[in-house]
């Protein structure tokens, strides 16, 4: 049976790993951290429950692909709930927008708030409906390899929308400032600015307002538990504190890896290297090349210090002694100035003054995740990749990130503060190999985009392949678990024939 080593346990890695199960490899997926899920691991502590990375679960029609593609479906693993509003936006003190589960009450909202607006939005949605189809049953599962695989009777009636930018065509619709933000915001997950993100990707639109923002009971990890009783259903094997030192390689193949245990003491690690027919590196794209000798690599330091890269993160994993009366399960506060935050994350990368950010509550809906009577949170602040983060930040942040609580929804947070720990740049780096710190991977800005995205096919040895959101089709949970399926998609076809 051939054998196919995987590095990287998260999504894309998983993903890869369940499509080449099933297609009978001798799959083993290598891991450097104790757990599996990458981004996605949890934390716990005390009776919370904290997912540490993605906590939006949008695209519900992805993952529901992705189970059918093993005869199985998300209801088999977890249940879902559909979030009532998806979400809340606040704007400032008492001002803030929810975003209903009920598509036909936002266009009521947005008409109550700027007449004419809901119009639009029903038009706006149609349109991103029809990009929504192109997007994911013609384009999302392309390898990347040219400009071909976009060119299409679809898109070319649509081409107008890759030359104007999300953000001109809604400002030059709307009028109201709230609005505005309001339909900017999805695109803020390609990790672009939408000043700089195509008309055609308003598809984010349609999976925000349409498809709805959803939650797993007990989770975000419900869907990495998920993927791992598929995969090991195929005889999937998974080696966690497994660090990938090197890919080996003879003349224009990789025949194998050196991985070394991270639990044994540093002076007790040994190598170990292990064959393998076939190799898929889901670790971040940048840092999977240094596992090659420089002449292997697809890209010089040069490339990616020249790739425009989506933000990193500061988060706080909070625990709260009491309830927050009011607070919705995924609550945005954006009563700052966007673009100033933007040109510190994109143009001129350093810490913002005001930045905006996020609060995840998800025990507003989900009682499993902290202890009865009080309330987890998670807050995510977009920084720069590459910023150095230090305690004194970290602090400062926090205390502002309490106050603004405080003063837009009026709940007094600041003396329930159960713990709070922190996570951000330096820690990608380290937990993950991120280059830069990355969170979230490249931006999906238009030269960055399809087949001008980092390749999946290395160009030296072809058994080699790189899956994972550094690649096609881009950032986010559900690209993830496509790069996985296109890779394997490649690695059979390669296999098979020799
Ligand atoms: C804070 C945060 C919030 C997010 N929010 C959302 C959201 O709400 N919704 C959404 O859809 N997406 C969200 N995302 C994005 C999403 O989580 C990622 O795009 C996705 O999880 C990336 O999966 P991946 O497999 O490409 O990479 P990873 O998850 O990084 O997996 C790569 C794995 O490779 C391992 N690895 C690295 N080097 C080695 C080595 N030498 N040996 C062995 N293993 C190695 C790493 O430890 C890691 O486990 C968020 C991301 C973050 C960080």
């Given at each position: 049976?051939?054998?196919?080593?995987?590095?990287?346990?998260?999504?894309?890695?998983?993903?890869?790993?369940?499509?080449?199960?099933?297609?009978?490899?001798?799959?083993?997926?290598?891991?450097?951290?104790?757990?599996?899920?990458?981004?996605?691991?949890?934390?716990?502590?005390?009776?919370?429950?904290?997912?540490?990375?993605?906590?939006?679960?949008?695209?519900?029609?992805?993952?529901?692909?992705?189970?059918?593609?093993?005869?199985?479906?998300?209801?088999?693993?977890?249940?879902?709930?559909?979030?009532?509003?998806?979400?809340?936006?606040?704007?400032?003190?008492?001002n803030s927008v929810r975003v209903s589960a009920d598509v036909k009450k936002?266009?009521?909202?947005?008409?109550?708030?700027?007449?004419?607006?809901?119009?639009f939005l029903e038009n706006f949605l149609k349109s991103a409906e029809f990009n929504y189809r192109v997007a994911i049953d013609k384009?999302?599962?392309?390898?990347?390899?040219?400009?071909?695989?976009?060119?299409?009777?679809q898109t070319i009636a649509r081409v107008s929308q890759f030359k104007e930018s999300i953000s001109q065509h809604i400002r030059k619709n709307i009028k109201d400032d709230r609005?505005?933000?309001?339909?900017e915001f999805p695109v803020l997950f390609l990790g672009a600015k939408p000043s700089?993100?195509?008309?055609?990707?308003?598809?984010?639109?349609?999976?925000?307002?349409?498809?709805?923002?959803?939650?797993?009971?007990?989770?975000?990890?419900?869907?990495?538990?998920?993927?791992?009783?598929?995969?090991e259903g195929y005889g999937v094997k998974f080696i966690t504190d497994a660090h990938v030192n090197s890919i080996i390689t003879e003349g224009s193949k990789a025949v194998g890896i050196s991985w070394s245990n991270t639990s044994d003491s540093k002076e007790e690690r040994n190598s170990v290297s292990e064959m393998a027919d076939f190799i898929i590196s889901s670790a971040d794209y940048h840092f999977a090349e240094t596992l090659l000798e420089p002449k292997f690599r697809n890209y010089s330091e040069k490339y990616w210090s020249k790739r425009v890269?989506?933000?990193?993160?500061?988060?706080?994993?909070?625990?709260?002694?009491?309830?927050?009366?009011?607070?919705?399960?995924?609550?945005?506060f954006f009563d700052a100035d966007f673009i100033e935050h933007s040109e510190?994350?994109?143009?001129?990368?350093?810490?913002?003054?005001?930045?905006?950010?996020?609060?995840?509550?998800?025990?507003?809906?989900?009682p499993t995740l902290a202890p009865k009577g009080k309330e987890c949170a998670v807050f995510l602040i977009p920084v720069a990749a590459g910023l150095k983060d230090t305690p004194e930040l970290r602090e400062n942040y926090f205390l502002q990130i309490l106050e603004r609580i405080e003063q837009t929804t009026g709940i007094k947070v600041s003396d329930s503060v159960l713990f709070k720990e922190s996570y951000s740049v330096s820690n990608f780096m380290e937990d993950y190999h991120a280059y830069k710190g990355n969170a979230y991977g490249l931006s999906n800005i238009l030269t960055q985009t399809a087949f001008l995205k980092p390749k999946m096919q290395n160009r030296h040895l072809?058994?080699?392949?790189?899956?994972?959101?550094?690649?096609?089709?881009?950032?986010?949970?559900?690209?993830?678990?496509?790069?996985?399926?296109?890779?394997?998609?490649?690695?059979?076809?390669?296999?098979?024939?020799?």
């Open positions: 049976m051939k054998r196919v080593a995987i590095i990287g346990g998260g999504f894309s890695g998983l993903s890869a790993a369940c499509y080449l199960g099933r297609a009978g490899y001798d799959v083993t997926v290598y891991e450097k951290n104790s757990v599996l899920g990458g981004r996605a691991r949890v934390l716990e502590r005390d009776g919370f429950k904290f997912d540490m990375g993605p906590t939006f679960y949008w695209m519900p029609d992805i993952f529901e692909k992705f189970f059918n593609d093993f005869d199985k479906k998300s209801s088999d693993y977890y249940e879902l709930i559909r979030l009532d509003p998806g979400y809340e936006i606040y704007f400032g003190p008492n936002t266009v009521e909202t947005f008409e109550n708030i700027e007449p004419g607006s809901g119009a384009v999302v599962e392309k390898p990347g390899k040219s400009i071909f695989e976009l060119i299409m009777p609005l505005r933000q309001i339909l700089r993100t195509p008309l055609f990707y308003c598809f984010m639109n349609y999976a925000d307002m349409v498809l709805g923002t959803w939650h797993i009971k007990g989770g975000m990890y419900g869907l990495v538990e998920a993927m791992v009783k598929i995969s890269f989506a933000p990193s993160a500061m988060l706080y994993y909070v625990g709260f002694d009491k309830k927050l009366e009011g607070i919705s399960h995924h609550t945005l510190t994350i994109y143009d001129t990368p350093r810490w913002p003054n005001k930045p905006l950010f996020y609060g995840s509550f998800p025990s507003v809906t989900d072809s058994n080699l392949l790189y899956a994972g959101q550094l690649t096609v089709p881009g950032p986010g949970v559900p690209p993830a678990i496509i790069s996985g399926k296109i890779a394997a998609g490649i690695a059979r076809k390669k296999l098979k024939h020799g």
